[in-house]
Protein backbone atom coordinates (compact mmCIF):
# COMPACT_ATOMS: atom_id res chain seq x y z
CA UNK A 1 0.00 0.00 0.00
CA UNK A 2 1.12 3.63 -0.42
CA UNK A 3 2.79 5.79 2.21
CA UNK A 4 0.98 8.68 1.38
CA UNK A 5 -1.27 10.45 3.79
CA UNK A 6 -4.55 9.32 2.82
CA UNK A 7 -3.72 5.72 2.87
CA UNK A 8 -2.01 5.07 5.95
CA UNK A 9 -5.58 4.89 7.88
CA UNK A 10 -5.96 1.73 5.34
CA UNK A 11 -2.96 0.14 6.34
CA UNK A 12 -4.99 -1.75 9.54
CA UNK A 13 -7.52 -2.92 7.45
CA UNK A 14 -4.94 -5.76 6.11
CA UNK A 15 -3.04 -6.12 9.24
CA UNK A 16 -4.81 -9.56 10.26
CA UNK A 17 -3.57 -11.32 6.84
CA UNK A 18 -0.37 -9.92 6.81
CA UNK A 19 2.48 -12.31 5.96
CA UNK A 20 4.97 -9.95 5.51
CA UNK A 21 5.76 -6.02 5.57
CA UNK A 22 7.81 -4.15 2.96
CA UNK A 23 8.80 -0.69 4.56
CA UNK A 24 10.29 1.48 2.02
CA UNK A 25 12.43 4.90 3.19
CA UNK A 26 13.59 7.63 0.80
CA UNK A 27 16.81 7.51 2.87
CA UNK A 28 17.73 11.00 1.47
CA UNK A 29 15.16 12.54 3.10
CA UNK A 30 16.18 13.21 6.56
CA UNK A 31 13.18 15.46 7.04
CA UNK A 32 10.35 13.19 6.77
CA UNK A 33 12.25 10.08 8.76
CA UNK A 34 10.44 11.37 11.78
CA UNK A 35 7.13 10.87 10.10
CA UNK A 36 8.56 7.47 8.60
CA UNK A 37 9.46 6.28 12.16
CA UNK A 38 6.15 7.40 13.63
CA UNK A 39 4.48 5.32 10.96
CA UNK A 40 6.61 2.55 11.77
CA UNK A 41 5.70 2.92 15.53
CA UNK A 42 1.93 3.25 15.12
CA UNK A 43 2.10 -0.38 12.93
CA UNK A 44 4.06 -2.38 15.10
CA UNK A 45 1.97 -1.24 18.08
CA UNK A 46 -1.52 -2.53 16.63
CA UNK A 47 -2.68 -5.91 18.21
CA UNK A 48 -3.57 -6.83 14.83
CA UNK A 49 -0.36 -7.22 12.96
CA UNK A 50 1.14 -10.59 13.78
CA UNK A 51 4.06 -10.50 15.95
CA UNK A 52 6.45 -12.68 14.06
CA UNK A 53 5.67 -10.93 10.53
CA UNK A 54 8.84 -10.55 8.77
CA UNK A 55 9.57 -6.37 7.84
CA UNK A 56 12.05 -5.79 5.15
CA UNK A 57 13.22 -1.90 5.00
CA UNK A 58 14.19 -1.14 1.21
CA UNK A 59 16.26 2.04 1.84
CA UNK A 60 15.29 3.76 -1.32
CA UNK A 61 17.71 6.11 -3.19
CA UNK A 62 20.84 5.41 -1.78
CA UNK A 63 22.64 6.36 -5.35
CA UNK A 64 22.21 10.38 -4.00
CA UNK A 65 25.05 11.84 -1.83
CA UNK A 66 22.73 12.89 1.01
CA UNK A 67 21.81 9.62 1.43
CA UNK A 68 21.76 7.99 5.15
CA UNK A 69 23.39 4.61 5.54
CA UNK A 70 21.84 1.49 6.44
CA UNK A 71 23.15 1.74 9.76
CA UNK A 72 22.35 5.04 10.07
CA UNK A 73 18.72 4.34 9.46
CA UNK A 74 18.33 1.48 11.90
CA UNK A 75 19.69 3.97 14.41
CA UNK A 76 16.80 6.49 13.32
CA UNK A 77 14.77 3.60 13.24
CA UNK A 78 15.58 1.98 16.25
CA UNK A 79 15.47 -1.47 14.98
CA UNK A 80 17.65 -2.67 17.64
CA UNK A 81 14.58 -2.73 20.23
CA UNK A 82 12.82 -4.75 17.55
CA UNK A 83 13.17 -8.20 18.62
CA UNK A 84 10.05 -10.33 17.77
CA UNK A 85 10.11 -10.33 14.56
CA UNK A 86 12.74 -10.83 11.99
CA UNK A 87 14.05 -7.50 10.04
CA UNK A 88 16.68 -6.61 7.40
CA UNK A 89 17.67 -3.32 5.95
CA UNK A 90 18.57 -3.39 1.88
CA UNK A 91 20.53 -0.26 0.16
CA UNK A 92 18.17 0.18 -2.92
CA UNK A 93 17.23 2.07 -5.84
CA UNK A 94 13.70 1.99 -6.89
CA UNK A 95 14.76 3.27 -10.16
CA UNK A 96 17.41 0.87 -11.33
CA UNK A 97 15.99 -1.98 -9.40
CA UNK A 98 19.33 -2.33 -7.50
CA UNK A 99 18.68 -4.25 -4.53
CA UNK A 100 15.24 -5.42 -5.13
CA UNK A 101 16.55 -9.01 -5.69
CA UNK A 102 18.55 -8.99 -2.29
CA UNK A 103 15.68 -7.47 -0.44
CA UNK A 104 13.19 -10.36 -1.97
CA UNK A 105 15.15 -13.01 -1.96
CA UNK A 106 15.71 -12.18 1.88
CA UNK A 107 12.01 -12.29 2.37
CA UNK A 108 11.35 -15.30 0.14
CA UNK A 109 13.95 -17.07 2.88
CA UNK A 110 12.29 -16.08 6.17
CA UNK A 111 8.52 -16.39 4.78
CA UNK A 112 9.93 -20.23 3.61
CA UNK A 113 10.91 -21.24 7.01
CA UNK A 114 7.62 -20.11 8.30
Same mark, same amino acid.
Given at each position: ?????? *???? +??? *? *????????? /?? $??? $???? !? /? /?? %? =?? &? $??? !?????????? @??????? %?? $?? @??? !??????????????????? +???? @?????????????? =?? &???? !????
Amino acid at each position: MSGAGR *YRLL +WEQ *Y *YLETQAVIF /VV $DSA $DRLR !L /V /VA %K =DE &L $DNM !LANQQLGRRV @PLLFLAN %KM $DL @PSA !LTPVELAQAFHLEEIRERP +WQIV @PSNALTGEGLDRGM =DW &LAEK !LLRK
